[in-house]
């Protein structure tokens, strides 16, 4: 059974960095609404700790400051307003940079709460 991810939930970059996530959607766990795809993909992260380094071919590292792609963890029956939900096997990729390799694909979601989950 997987989490349904919802705006209490907490999604992060592989170094600690928050993504902000937002949701409107009628649809609530907990007085919280359900995440889709727009919720996530291209949000800001904030906390990365990921020090920025260069050498003499350019950078090597940079913080993850977006979320550059979803590409797993939409539910295949659970929508809202024709909107698949999110969740908590949510895999993506960001912005950031480590020992040169980019994007990084460290994307974890924690679902945060247990009383919907979708098999």
């Known amino acids: 059974m997987a989490g ?35 919720s996530i993909a291209d949000k800001s992260i904030a906390g990365c700790t990921t020090a920025p380094a260069s050498d003499a071919s350019g950078p090597t590292a940079k913080p993850c400051k977006k979320v550059s792609l979803v590409s797993n963890g939409e539910a295949t029956k659970l929508k809202v307003n024709g909107q698949a939900v999110m969740l908590d096997t949510l895999s993506g990729e960001t912005d950031g940079m480590v020992a040169k390799i980019k994007p990084q694909l460290l994307l974890s979601p924690t679902a945060e709460q247990t009383k919907l989950t979708v098999s």
Request: charged residues 10%; positive net charge; glycine residues 8%.
């Open 4 to 38: 349904v991810l919802i705006t209490s939930s907490t999604v992060t970059c592989g170094h600690s960095g928050n993504v902000v996530v937002t949701s409107t959607q009628k649809l609530k766990v907990g007085n919280n609404p359900v995440l889709v795809k727009v």
